[in-house]
């Protein structure tokens, strides 16, 4: 069967943290892997649960700080050596005890700024619209609804299938989620 | 919870007669070679001893330092830490050689040479044997009677099971760590920044302090391991543990190379004689090198790998860097201590390394025979309630 371009996932509603825990379990058992569990606080061992994929970001942040390391110490050994070569006491142009300091700081600085905005270009946000949102019953996520959506990207994903199993799961309410 | 990864099975029966004999054979050796090379017995002796000290006084400061902010990282190891601190007397006792070789350490205690020298006698004041003794023995009576008060605590919470013991406990952790950061910092002022009296640096005390950090969390790491086999441990440690203290680690490995560097920078910008004749010995010939190995195992490569989560998770992983650290804080004092005395090139005695090992081995006995006395968790705490019964406890 071909799949449906306009589907974004099907969400099923649950009635409490140990449901959803426990829907979530069975659902990577049962081999989906493109899924999400959403509820109005954090859960202890879900994401160990419905797996947590090795993200990129701490290349992202390690490639920052190795910028922000050499940027660093290149800009003061390009200013101090190359540029505007000054006698300080006597020392070497190449003070590179000197330049440790804001090396340092730029690092941390860049490594900081890589993991801010890596974080939110790897989620992709800002996003004022996200698909879920048109589960007219979603909004209470934030209050007291308990959510596992499994998504249409999901290599194994089949409407009618993942409609079945959810439904096996005892949720309250299965519904399709458009894109 | 507990794979098999974690437990590194070993044999605690064995551990602690095979260090006793290794022990005293190493103690032995340096005897003997003590009477011919008096002085150079006495510097490695003093090196080995400060390696330990750190760890002693350390598992001390870390038990006051768990008391006073909780965590389960500190729950799996408050025993360990507890026998670690126990081992104290041994190391007031194993200090005596030290006090009975001062005048071969330490120029400011042979009159001859401070005749000589006006600045000496201006810091005679200070830097005087009877003086020097009693504040040795005031530091190591602090830390004893800390050491005896949390212990003694915690077995009358063993006992009872009454909260109100670990709640004393918690009371004087805060005063605690600040009589150790004082007492220590002095410690060191007087036990190794003394050996050049003319030279000081303000930031020395909180570099050793950093130093212990490093020291004590690797012993405890290597520890937890050794131990996380035997029951109660065994099923209760996980990797989430290692992962915690593997973290602690890397913050004390970072703090120590701040502390490190910040003195080496503001001596460096000063540039003044008295100062810096400090570094140029320390980074002059061989010892360039050997500073410049601590800067790669005391910092780089356990800096890198701590970053990585699947080293701090894995124990035979996070054992390794452990070990590789106290390597490297052994090496840290050798480079403390040794470059203060004639010849002013590098020399590295046989005894540098013997030394440590032979103190190591004994002070590794006590600390086996100390930690088997009593349950390796604290069974009567809450976290605990409901998963052993009382019975357990023999």
Known sequence: ?179 | MNDETQVIPVDLDRLQSRALLVGIAGLAACAIAAVSNHQQFLRSYLAGFLFWLAIAVGCLALLMLYHLVGGSWGFVIQRILEAGSRTLPLLALLLVPILFGLRVLYIWARPEDVAANTILQHKNIYLNIPFFLARMVLYFGLWVALAMLYNRWSRQHDGSGDGSWIDRAERLAAPGLIIYAVTISFAAVDLIMSLEPVWFSTAFGLMVICGQGVATFSFVIIMLSLASGRKPLAGFVTEQHFHDLGNLLLAFVMLWTYIAFAQFLIIWAGNLPDEISWYVTRLSGGWRIWALALLIFHFVVPFFLLLMRDIKKKAPRIVGVAGLLLVAHWAEMVWLVEPSFPPDRFHIHWMDVAAPIGIGGIWISLFVSQLKKRALLPLRHPKLAGVWEPAEET
Not at chain 1, 111 to 140: I, T, V
């Open chain 1, 1 to 179: 069967m071909e799949k449906d371009p306009l589907l974004y996932g099907v969400l099923a509603e649950f009635d409490g943290e140990h449901e959803l825990l426990e829907a979530g379990r069975r659902a990577y058992q049962h081999g989906y892997r493109h899924m999400d569990a959403y509820s109005p606080m954090p859960i202890q061992g879900m994401s160990a649960v419905i797996g947590f994929p090795k993200t990129r970001l701490p290349l992202v942040v390690l490639i920052g700080g190795l910028a922000g390391c050499f940027g660093g110490f290149l800009m003061q050994y390009w200013i101090s050596v190359i540029d505007y070569p000054l006698n300080i006491g006597g020392r070497p142009l190449n003070s590179w005890p000197a330049f440790i300091p804001v090396t340092f700081e730029m690092t941390i600085l860049c490594a900081a700024l890589a993991a801010a905005l890596g974080m939110l270009a790897l989620n992709g946000l800002p996003r004022p619209h996200h698909p879920l949102f048109n589960a007219p019953s979603f909004a209470g996520v934030t209050r007291n609804k308990f959510f596992l959506c499994i998504e249409a990207t999901d290599p194994k994903f089949e409407r009618d299938q993942v409609r079945r199993f959810l439904l096996s799961l005892n949720p309250r309410e299965v519904t399709d989620v458009e894109q």
